[in-house]
């Protein structure tokens, strides 16, 4: 029996074709367009663009000022689950900072990383305080959920978002004394 090359080197190409196209549209229809489509309706975001891979799902966002950070996260974790999985959720947010913001930031932030590695969240607030009575026009706030570590500053001009990774309590078992 005879192989014949023509109609052989067809059917790989067309199978190829049809695997990887399918793959595409699976992947636009089931994950990406419904995720664009969650991230597009949540309030706060002006515009969002995810990106999947293997093990996190990393959306770029834009936010307008009055956007709350942990109902952004929970909206888009809550809605997206199906689309997420078990990939880690991170977002990243369009750098509208300035200067001023970032100077406050660095500031802070040897407080806030002692704060999160000693896992201290409760003098998170307290440093939120502390920048806004020493830097007259930042408005500086924190919020935290099971997950993360929320903070938001402003100036009159720009807005500044972060998002930081808690690790929370694990309570083990007590031993027999």
Same mark, same amino acid.
């Given at each position: 029996?005879?192989?014949?090359?023509?109609?052989?080197v067809?059917?790989?190409?067309?199978?190829?074709?049809l695997? !990887?196209?399918?793959?595409?549209?699976?992947?636009?229809?089931?994950?990406?367009?419904?995720?664009?489509?969650?991230?597009?309706?949540?309030?706060?975001?002006?515009?969002?663009?995810?990106?999947?891979?293997?093990s996190?799902?990393?959306?770029?966002?834009?936010?307008?000022?009055?956007?709350?950070?942990?109902?952004?996260?929970?909206t888009?974790?809550?809605?997206?689950?199906?689309?997420i999985?078990?990939r880690?959720?991170?977002?990243?947010?369009?750098?509208?900072?300035?200067?001023?913001?970032?100077?406050?930031?660095?500031?802070?932030?040897?407080?806030?990383?002692?704060?999160?590695?000693?896992?201290?969240?409760a003098e998170?607030?307290?440093?939120?305080?502390?920048?806004?009575?020493?830097?007259?026009? !930042?408005?500086?706030?924190?919020?935290?959920?099971?997950?993360?570590?929320?903070?938001?500053?402003?100036?009159?001009?720009?807005?500044?978002?972060?998002?930081?990774?808690?690790?929370?309590?694990?309570?083990?078992?007590?031993?027999?004394?």
């Amino acid at each position: 029996m005879k192989i014949r090359l023509i109609p052989t080197v067809l059917t790989a190409v067309i199978s190829a074709g049809l695997l !990887i196209g399918g793959w595409y549209v699976h992947r636009s229809v089931a994950t990406v367009g419904p995720l664009e489509r969650i991230v597009a309706e949540t309030p706060g975001v002006i515009a969002g663009e995810p990106v999947i891979d293997r093990s996190s799902v990393t959306i770029a966002l834009k936010l307008d000022r009055q956007a709350n950070l942990r109902n952004i996260y929970d909206t888009i974790a809550t809605k997206g689950e199906d689309m997420i999985g078990k990939r880690e959720l991170k977002l990243d947010f369009e750098d509208n900072g300035s200067k001023e913001l970032d100077d406050v930031w660095a500031s802070i932030l040897f407080d806030i990383a002692q704060a999160m590695d000693h896992r201290n969240y409760a003098e998170i607030p307290e440093t939120m305080k502390d920048v806004q009575a020493k830097h007259a026009g !930042i408005e500086a706030s924190s919020e935290m959920d099971d997950v993360n570590v929320y903070i938001t500053l402003k100036n009159s001009k720009s807005v500044k978002h972060i998002v930081l990774p808690r690790t929370p309590n694990t309570i083990g078992a007590w031993p027999n004394v």
